[in-house]
């Protein structure tokens, strides 16, 4: 038997990105030394080298970027001409793609996932959106009809660690297509690439103080949520600080929309074209390290295929390669931070106890740096934690359903209601689940395809509010009293 | 969906209780598992390693209406020694021809490890009667050819007569011999992805040693996501039967680039087992010299003019 084929590395150069030793706030269009005095260090989870440091945004500091955000919009933003706000966002969404390769390294670099996937995925989804938001910018009396859609005001938008550059062109570009003006706190483990898209809102000549980036810890993001001259917040993360976020705001007034966990259930029915069934199954719990709040992270299986598809997923497994995030055959990154890899481990410790079966294919994991092996329980009752908790990592629950009916009882059976995911070759049958299957997403034949025309959110405890799409501007709009035009 | 034939005894068709059906092909699907196959970044020792095998792995071929012995004694001379500055480089598989041309070729290889493959069965439209597509497997064997490829009747197959392309594939792997038998499918006129599946598991259920994609005669020959089909099926019958189909895309793949696509897909879909030339082949015309030419380039480091490559 001739031997395998070991492929020589082939690393993009991190050579494209210039990185300072220490980033201030962007407050006004300028970084600015924090008021707290105080950084912490934001690292590469892939070797634990320190990257740079970042500033702690204080009271004071959120404070000024509060108050940047609404100098900028009484003087100017919220009444220039909306075709001139779409200007600046179609040069920002260019000025992305023209910069993508830089961003997809640094995002790599400071994240740890593959640069397969920041290069293919993150990068031209961010710059599409920017594009699709542009392009509503002056038409929004046309997307709500006998509306009288106006902008609201100062948003603060606090954006998690998974796709910290694509959660940021969620949140910004419907924001400032709306005409509001922002102040964004990126997630405390991956604020490069949000201080880079501070260079990108520069160089688009975007007015001082319509976008402003704080960094730090959840200190400062609750700083944010509760500072009055805020009308809006946008949070995408845990269902825990959502929660807190919501108490918080009860009874302020200030509009909210919550992008919160997920345990999406993966339903594979036994007419599926089985091996791009375990491609999508693949795609939906191995993508991104499986940080993805909608990921397929229940497979149900109807019984009668269960035996072949585990085989052939846990075949598919042995050939993911693991390793260097900027090595383009990678195809599994580092887990993003020590305080995540944690949670997994507690966890499938946990299922382990429970009574489940593991499987890890063989692989090294490198010795610096945060890793953890892809992961597949089998024997998973719907009654243990790993069937029921967001584990936000690698890991799959395996659990098999007999009837159509079942499939449907288990799927919904969870407090989260984020995505689902339906394979078979029979269209009607995708009809029916769809209309039973209580999650905002429902993907049929694929999974984690993502699109800025198409609108994204939760039900339950996943959430309130969509974004992308025409509904994504809603959140961002007071739409006023309907009206009747006439002659 | 329509069940496979009846079978006779010794051959298997995935039939097992838990693959009652055929199965489907999801064509998005695929064809997004293929791009991404190949996106694959292959370099320095792994590259060598991959164009090393594509030579070894290669049917080189002519199937010309002008082929004549002259031409034959050039294309062999190529195949077993494909750069002559060069003896590292080893010889191709097998050299593939229209029937008439199997002497002048089985002379021109002899004491050499390239064998001859021949195209048989009313070659490339198989629109003939069985009893003459058997007849001329049993001359171009007797005539030495090592391999033969013979394509499925697509007329029988698109209007649902299974059971005679069956039947067809059954006598001519028994016309064979001890030759090996490719069954070409020629995929571009099955016209969906579920055909080329069913129409590789009913070859490999009749005998074939090798399922090929197409006689290189049509546009839109083999592709990545066809050839990932077959891949796919090769492995569930592996996995059902344990018995070993060789694969061959042939038609269109003219770069040094699109063969080691094609290789890493083999790997990454049916492992190491398969980089073997007794179970893959790359039919190709035109795709030799660039392959001699990017393997001088990873050896020095630079590009060399075309001229510096025979043409034959």
């Known amino acids: 038997m001739p031997a395998g084929w070991e492929y020589a590395p082939a690393p993009e150069s991190r050579d494209i990105v210039t990185l300072e030793e220490r980033y201030g706030l962007f407050i006004g269009g300028e970084l600015v030394d924090p008021r707290s005095g105080e950084y912490f260090p934001t690292l590469n989870p892939g070797t634990e080298e320190q990257l740079a440091e970042v500033a702690q945004a204080g009271p004071q500091d959120v404070d000024a970027a509060v108050g940047a955000a609404r100098g900028a919009y009484d003087n100017g933003w919220s009444s220039i001409s909306p075709a001139e706000r779409a200007k600046y966002l179609f040069r920002i969404a260019r000025i992305l793609q023209e910069r993508s390769r830089e961003f997809a390294v640094l995002e790599s670099m400071n994240g740890g996932k593959p640069i397969r996937e920041s290069r293919d995925v993150d990068l031209p989804l961010a710059a599409a959106h920017f594009f699709y938001y542009a ?53 405390e483990t991956t604020p490069l690439t949000a201080l880079l898209f501070a260079d990108v809102v520069r160089q688009a000549e975007l007015p001082p103080g319509v976008v402003n980036i704080i960094t730090g810890d959840g200190r400062a993001g609750a700083e944010l949520v509760k500072h009055e001259g805020v009308d809006k917040i946008a949070f995408t993360g845990s269902t825990e600080v959502g929660k807190a976020i919501q108490r918080e705001l009860a009874g302020t007034g200030k509009k909210l929309t919550l992008e919160l966990g997920g345990k999406a259930a993966n339903i594979v029915f036994d007419d599926a074209a089985l091996d791009q069934a375990v491609e999508g199954i693949v795609n939906g719990i191995y993508f991104n390290q499986g940080h993805v709040c909608c990921a397929g992270s229940r497979l149900l299986v109807q019984e009668s295929i269960y035996e072949p598809l585990i085989a052939k997923l846990k075949r598919r497994l042995t050939t993911l390669r693991l390793g260097d995030p900027l090595d383009k055959n990678t195809d599994i990154g580092a887990i993003n931070s020590k305080q995540q890899l944690d949670k997994i481990t507690e966890l499938v410790a946990a299922g382990e106890e429970e009574g489940a079966e593991i499987y ?14 892809p992961t597949v329980f089998t024997n998973v009752a719907q009654s243990y934690r790993i069937a029921q908790e967001e ?23 969870t407090a989260y209601g984020l995505s689902a995911g339906v394979w078979t070759e029979k269209g009607s049958r995708i009809l029916s689940m769809a209309q039973k299957l209580q999650a905002g997403v429902i993907w049929a034949n694929t999974f984690n395809r993502f699109d800025p025309t198409s609108p994204f959110g939760g039900f339950k405890e996943s959430g309130f509010g969509r974004e992308g799409g025409l509904h994504g501007l809603e959140p961002y709009l007071d739409l006023g009293e309907s009206e009747v035009r006439g002659g | ?75 062999a001379s190529k195949a077993i020694r494909p750069d002559p500055a060069d003896t590292s480089v080893p010889s191709v598989a097998a050299i593939c021809v229209y029937p008439n041309l199997v002497p002048a070729a089985v002379e021109r290889v002899r004491g050499s490890s390239v064998k001859v493959a021949s195209v048989a069965t009313a070659f490339p439209s198989g629109q003939a009667p069985t009893h003459l597509k058997v007849a001329e497997v049993r001359e171009v064997v007797e005539m030495g050819a090592d391999e033969v490829d013979m394509v499925i009747d697509r007329g029988a197959f698109l209007s649902g ?130 392959v001699l030419m990017q393997i001088r380039k990873e050896k020095t480091g630079r590009y060399q003019s075309p001229d510096y490559f025979t043409v034959d």
């Open chain 2, 1 to 75: 969906m329509a069940k496979a034939p009846a079978l006779p005894t010794g051959f298997e068709l995935p039939l097992e209780p838990r693959l009652p059906r055929i199965g489907s092909v999801d064509q998005v699907a695929v064809e997004e598992r293929a791009a991404s196959l190949a996106r694959r970044s292959i370099k320095k020792d792994a590259k060598i390693f991959a164009l090393d095998l594509a030579v070894r792995m290669m049917d080189l071929t002519t199937l010309e209406g002008q082929d004549t012995p002259g031409k034959i004694a050039a294309l």
């Open chain 1, 391 to 413: 584990i936000f990592g690698p890991v799959l629950s395996v659990l098999t359903f007999r009837t159509p009916d079942e499939a449907v009882e288990k799927a919904n059976n």
């Open chain 2, 161 to 290: 007569r299974y059971a005679k392309v069956y039947d067809e594939i059954v006598q001519v792997k028994e016309a064979c011999g001890e030759a090996h038998l490719k069954v070409i499918l020629e995929v571009s006129e099955l016209g969906t992805y579920d055909n080329v599946r069913r129409a590789s598991l009913l070859s490999m259920a009749a005998g074939a040693d090798f399922i090929k994609t197409s006689t290189g005669k049509l546009p839109g020959a083999a592709t990545l996501p066809v050839t990932l089909v077959m891949l796919e099926a090769i492995r569930d019958v592996h996995d059902e039967t344990g018995r070993k189909v060789g694969m061959k895309p042939a038609g269109g793949i003219r770069q040094s680039k699109q063969a080691v696509q094609y290789l890493v897909q083999l790997y990454e879909t049916l492992g190491a087992e398969w980089l073997t030339p007794d179970l893959y082949r790359l039919g190709a015309s035109t795709l030799l010299n660039d």
């Open chain 1, 360 to 373: 890890q294919p063989p692989c090294r994991l490198p010795e610096k740096g945060y890793w953890f092996a």
């Open chain 1, 135 to 187: 392009g509503w910018a002056d038409k929004l009396e046309y997307a709500f009809p006998n509306r009288r859609p106006r902008s609201i005001g100062v948003a603060g938008q606090i954006i998690p660690w998974n796709f910290p550059l694509l959660m940021l062109a969620w949140k910004i570009a419907p924001a400032l297509a709306a005409g509001n003006t922002v102040v964004l706190k990126p997630a």
